[in-house]
C-alpha cells in the first residue's frame, strides 16, 4: 500500500489513503473521481498548504472552493466558513475526509485573506524517524530530537521549567557560532539604520503617552545561490525547532511561498476546549550554558519583560472572557514560563478555555489577532504607529496560519520566524516589542537573533 494510515486526525475522521482509495465516487452523482493526491513526498499542484504542529503533520493542494465574503471579522468569516464547508462536505467523494479549509490570515484582518477548501488533504505524525510534514529528514535520522541528554544541544527547543530543582533556571537548547548574529558568519545588510531610527521614534511616542507597547518589524533580504530546496529548509527549521509550527504555503497571484517556523500558538479548539500559548518577552541564547542560564533568570524577573507579556496575557483573558459562560471556564495563569527555542528564550503562557457551544475556532481567531505580543497595546494606538513608522507592508508576516472544519475545531499559529520566497530570493521579516526603557541597539538585536531561525536553514546566502 502506498498511502499512510492517519493515526491522528484533527479532523475527527481517521482514514487511511493510497492512491486507489482517495476519490472514488461521488455520493451523489455517481461519477468517477480523479486520481488520487501524490504522496506527500512528491510535488504538489497550486495552492500548496503545509504545516507541521510538534505532533502532527498537514498536507493539502489545490482548491475545491475559495472563501470569499464581504467583510473581514469573526462572526462573518466563521458564518461564511461553515456555509462552504457543508458545501464541501455535501459534495465530497465517497471515502474522502472530512473537508477543512486552510490558509493564512494578513496582519491587517481587515483585508481579505488567503483561506480555501483544498482539493487534496492528508495528515500524518510528526517526527518517528521522518522529516517537517512529511518530508524525509536527512539520511532518514530523527527530526524531532527529544532525547534529554542532547538537552544542551544547538538542535532542540522546547518549552521547559522555569528552574530546576536547585532553584536554577533549567538548561536548554543554545545557539551555535554559526547562527551567532554578531559572528563573523552574519550575512550582510543586518544593520538597519531605518529600524532603528524607527525605534527611537517610537520610544518618544511611548514616552509621550501616545500607546504602552508598539510592535515594530523590519526586513531583510537575502540570495542564495540558486533556487532553494524548500523541503530541504523545512526539515532543517524542524531539527532545529522541533517544538515548533512549521509551514510552507503558496501564496496566491504568484507571491512566492510564506515558509517560517513559528514558535507562537495563537489558539487551538478540539470539541470545544481551546489553547493558546501567547509568548511576549524574549532574551537570545547564549553557547556558555551558565551565561544561558543566568539570561534565562534575568528574563524571569525582568520588569520590561513582564510588563510587556501582561499586556499579552491581560488583552487575552479579556477577549476570551466573553466565549466561556463561566469564569472558572478560562485559566489564564498569574506568572508566565520559560519558553526555549533554538536562538531564544521567551516568556510564555499556557492558556485554556471551555467555549460556549457554537463558538467556531475562526470567531476566537479573528476576536484575538492581532494580540499584543505581534501590534501593541492599545491596538489602535499601535496600529497607527505602526503605520506610521513601519517603511512596508507586512502582508502575511505576524499574521495566522491554520486549519478549521465545520464543527469549528483547528489551529492557528501566528506567522513568524519566516520569510516569503521566490526561487533563490528570500525576503525575511523580524519584529520586537517596544516599550518605555526600549533602545534601538537592543530592538535591532533581538530581530537578528529571531532572523537567525530562518536564515540558518536556508544555508549559504547573500
Not at 510564506?258 to 553557547?287: C, N, Q
Not at 544561558?292 to 525582568?302: E, F, G, K, V, Y
Amino acid at each position: 500500500m502506498t498511502g499512510f494510515t492517519v493515526l491522528d486526525d484533527p479532523t475527527g475522521t481517521a482514514v487511511v489513503l493510497d492512491t486507489a482509495h482517495a476519490r472514488r465516487h461521488s455520493r451523489t452523482s455517481g461519477t468517477t473521481a480523479p486520481a488520487g493526491a501524490p504522496d506527500d513526498d512528491a510535488p504538489l499542484g497550486h495552492a500548496e498548504f503545509r504545516l507541521a504542529s510538534p505532533d502532527v503533520g498537514l498536507v493539502a493542494h489545490g482548491v475545491r472552493e475559495r472563501l470569499d465574503v464581504p467583510s473581514w471579522d469573526g462572526p462573518t468569516v466563521a458564518a461564511a466558513a461553515r456555509d462552504l464547508l457543508a458545501r464541501a462536505a455535501s459534495a465530497r467523494w465517497a471515502g474522502e475526509p472530512a473537508p477543512i479549509l486552510v490558509g493564512t490570515i494578513p496582519f491587517d484582518s481587515s483585508r481579505p485573506a488567503h483561506l480555501v477548501v483544498p482539493a487534496h488533504q492528508s495528515w500524518r505524525p510528526v517526527g518517528a524517524g521522518r522529516g517537517d510534514q512529511g518530508d524525509q529528514g536527512d539520511q532518514g535520522g530523527r527530526c524531532d530530537q527529544r532525547d534529554q541528554s542532547h538537552q544542551d544541544d544547538p538542535g532542540t527547543s522546547g518549552t521547559v521549567p522555569a528552574t530546576t530543582p536547585d532553584g536554577e533556571p533549567a538548561a536548554g537548547p543554545v545557539r551555535s557560532a554559526l547562527t551567532d548574529p554578531d559572528g563573523p558568519t552574519a550575512p550582510p545588510g543586518r544593520d538597519d539604520v531605518v529600524f532603528r531610527a524607527a525605534v527611537g521614534r517610537a520610544v518618544s511616542q511611548l514616552e509621550d503617552g501616545v500607546a504602552e507597547k508598539v510592535v515594530l518589524a523590519r526586513t531583510l533580504d537575502v540570495s542564495a545561490p540558486g533556487p532553494l530546496d524548500r523541503r530541504a529548509v523545512r526539515a532543517a527549521m524542524r531539527r532545529a525547532n522541533p517544538d515548533a509550527y512549521v509551514f510552507d504555503v503558496e501564496l496566491p497571484g504568484d507571491k512566492g511561498h510564506l515558509v517560517g517556523a513559528s514558535p507562537e500558538l495563537l489558539v487551538s479548539v478540539r470539541d470545544g476546549v481551546l489553547h493558546s500559548h501567547p509568548l511576549a518577552g524574549s532574551a537570545p541564547r547564549s553557547a556558555d550554558p551558565e551565561e544561558d542560564r543566568a539570561t534565562a533568570q534575568r528574563l524571569l524577573t525582568s520588569e520590561k519583560d513582564l510588563r510587556e507579556h501582561a499586556f499579552v496575557t491581560d488583552a487575552i483573558r479579556e477577549v476570551l472572557r466573553t466565549y466561556v459562560a463561566h469564569e472558572d471556564d478560562l485559566d489564564v495563569p498569574a506568572t508566565p514560563e520559560l519558553v526555549a527555542t533554538s536562538h531564544l528564550w521567551h516568556l510564555g503562557t499556557p492558556v485554556s478555555a471551555r467555549l460556549k457551544p457554537g463558538v467556531s475556532v475562526l470567531d476566537v481567531v479573528y476576536a484575538l489577532h492581532p494580540t499584543p505580543a505581534v501590534c501593541g497595546h492599545p491596538r489602535a494606538a499601535a496600529r497607527e504607529l505602526i503605520g506610521s513608522l513601519e517603511p512596508f507592508d507586512r502582508g502575511f508576516y505576524t499574521g495566522l496560519v491554520g486549519w478549521a472544519d465545520q464543527a469549528g475545531n483547528g489551529e492557528w499559529a501566528i506567522v513568524l520566524r519566516c520569510g516569503v520566497v521566490r526561487g533563490a530570493d528570500v525576503r525575511l521579516f523580524a519584529g520586537a516589542g517596544v516599550v518605555v526603557g526600549s533602545t534601538p541597539e537592543g530592538e535591532h538585536a533581538e530581530t537578528a537573533v529571531k532572523f537567525s531561525t530562518l536564515l540558518s536553514a536556508l544555508g549559504p546566502v547573500s
